[in-house]
Nanobody, 116 residues
Framework: QVRLEESGGGLVQPGGSLRLSCKVSGILATSYPMGWYRHAPGKQRELVASFTRDGDIVYEDSVKGRLAISRENTENTMYLRMDYQKPIATALYYC??????????WGMGTKVTVYS
């Protein structure tokens, strides 16, 4: 059974940072293109950072230089580091396949609240 467990959310404020974690079970995460999605209030869930099949990293334009995606293959876990910097919005963050053919059931997400 494939399971995606997001964690690490909280409040990010000036001078601070967070590192979100996505623990993947049931599949080998590195065998699929996977990434992080942001779901802000009133907006569509969108892919903001991802790995391609070859391990290249792709960022959505608005988050370039603001987010950093990484992974630890031995733990089958993917991460997303974020430093406080607007206009990153308060939102729920999810991990999943980076395109529909590779997506599975969504996890619970983890909430990031940006100080304002």
């Amino acid at each position: 059974q494939v399971r995606l467990e997001e964690s690490g959310g909280g409040l990010v404020q000036p001078g601070g940072s967070l590192r979100l974690s996505c623990k993947v079970s049931g599949i080998l995460a590195t065998s699929y293109p996977m990434g992080w999605y942001r779901h802000a209030p009133g907006k569509q869930r969108e892919l903001v950072a991802s790995f391609t099949r070859d391990g290249d990293i792709v960022y959505e334009d608005s988050v370039k230089g603001r987010l950093a995606i990484s992974r630890e293959n031995t733990e089958n876990t993917m991460y997303l580091r974020m430093d406080y910097q607007k206009p990153i919005a308060t939102a729920l963050y999810y991990c999943n396949g980076a395109s529909r053919p590779f997506q599975t059931t969504w996890g619970m997400g983890t909430k990031v609240t940006v100080y304002s």
